[in-house]
């Protein structure tokens, strides 16, 4: 089966943010894992490298991943919501969400993946109508358009609070991550 992999020349013109940076941010990872984790959007370290999430929360993340057993080359694809750096590190503007979008769901739609991970509050609010907080839903699998949907805290928010207590962020995210990592079991 032939699959039409996307690459930084489908997002050339993702929205206005587009005009203003050096490298636009598509993916990093396995194209054909079934599982995608989509994350906010890329900061200064993954704007220079063009991968997500290759900074300090991305080392995070992938550490967090691998203790619960996850592969990160082979069980998974990474993306953001946005594509592109906004000035600043700033939060991306719901225009520049809403411009983003499209290419996001294109993205979706090629690779397919049977779980998606929404990292952090930005993530779930773009593609989740339930506009309960993320400490709610985080952990919680919610059936979306025939996939399953689990959001999880960002590892920036995990990086400001280090507490390794029961219950705090930090451990809560460890749990929520040997979940997925039983799901995609049983999915092989
Ligand atoms: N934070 C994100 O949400 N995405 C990245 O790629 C890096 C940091």
Known sequence: MTKKIPSHKDFSKVSDLSNSINKIVVSRGNPFAKLMIIGEAPGA??????????GRSGKL????????????????????VVKCRPP??????????????????QQIKLVNPE??????????????????????????????????????????????????????PMSLTKLDLLKIKEKIDTLK
């Open 45 to 54: 370290k993954e704007e220079e490298v063009g991968e997500p999430f290759v």
């Open 61 to 80: 993340l992938d550490k967090l991943l691998q203790k619960a057993g996850i592969d990160i080359n082979l069980d998974v694809y990474f993306c953001n």
């Open 88 to 105: 600043k590190n700033r939060r991306p503007t719901k225009t520049e969400i809403q411009e983003n979008l499209p290419w996001l769901y």
């Open 115 to 168: 779980i998606i991970v929404l990292v952090g509050a930005t993530a779930l609010g773009a593609i989740l109508e339930n506009k309960s907080p993320i400490s709610i839903l985080r952990g919680k699998w919610i059936n979306w358009k025939g996939k399953l949907i689990i959001p999880i805290f960002h590892p920036a928010y995990l990086l400001r609070n280090q507490s390794k207590e029961e219950g705090a």
